[in-house]
């Protein structure tokens, strides 16, 4: 089955720095998500990306947070200059649709501010 | 716009007995309905889900839900737990045209 796949699976990276997590999306996709998840908390909305565009964003996604389709195949998400509560499972997704049709998730990638 | 609430944040139950986690949404358009599980250290998995139809979704795993639109709800059900089905499970939704929206999770405890 396809699936969407993440890179690193965990990251640890010093406050202030930058960081790119990778996902890879299901080919025939053309929805692309990133959410996040701290630690025992909600699934939490992040962006949604469309058309080489972002089509929406939370108000957690300012301007530290970018993401980018930067060939056919790869969606990144960009961390300018992490804060400790940076820290937090980044789940990419990916949908053939942009509603009612599955989204797909990958495994997570692990962001360890310190 | 939509919402979720996942009314237990961790429930017990015994192996083989039944489970039913609850599941209310707000919404003021249709809805579609998910389940996804997160065993321990691993991604989001879709059990089931609702777009039109039947009421009654089945899904893997033998988990199924039932969609009641005047309870605004879509509790997930199992008649028979096994200790593999310990994991976390969101609840979400979405709206036509617009992203998905999770529950806070809730935690499923198997006890031997």
């Known amino acids: 089955e396809p699936e969407v796949t993440q890179t690193p699976s965990h990251q640890v990276t010093q406050m202030g720095q930058e960081v790119i997590l990778r996902c890879v999306p299901i080919?025939?996709?053309?929805?692309f998500y990133w959410y996040r998840q701290i630690l025992g908390q909600k699934v939490e909305f992040l962006v949604s990306?469309?058309?080489?565009?972002?089509?929406?964003k939370s108000e957690i996604f300012d301007d530290q947070f970018s993401v980018e389709r930067p060939d056919g195949s790869n969606f990144t998400l960009k961390i300018r200059s992490t804060k400790l509560e940076d820290s937090a499972m980044y789940f990419c997704?990916?949908?053939?649709?942009?509603?009612?049709?599955?989204?797909?998730f990958g495994e997570g990638s692990w962001l360890t501010v310190v | 716009a939509q919402s979720v609430t996942q009314l237990d944040s961790q429930v017990p139950v015994f192996e083989e007995a039944p489970v039913e986690l609850r599941c209310n949404y707000s919404?003021?358009?249709?809805?579609?309905l998910f389940w996804y599980v997160q065993y321990p250290n691993q991604g989001l998995q879709l059990l089931l889900k609702?777009?039109?139809?039947?009421?009654l979704v089945k899904g893997i795993n033998g988990f199924e839900a039932e969609f009641n639109k005047s309870q605004t709800s879509f509790h997930l059900r199992k008649p028979s737990v096994h200790i593999s089905d310990t994991a976390e499970y969101f609840c979400?939704?979405?709206?036509?045209?617009?992203?998905?929206?999770f529950g806070k999770g809730t935690r499923l405890h198997i006890l031997p």
């Open positions: 997704a990916s949908s053939e649709s942009f509603s009612g049709n599955t989204i797909y």
């Open positions: 080919s025939n996709h053309l929805y």
């Open positions: 990306f469309y058309n080489n565009e972002i089509s929406e």
């Open positions: 919404s003021s358009v249709s809805v579609y």
């Open positions: 609702y777009l039109s139809g039947s009421t």
């Open positions: 979400a939704v979405s709206g036509l045209g617009d992203k998905i929206i």
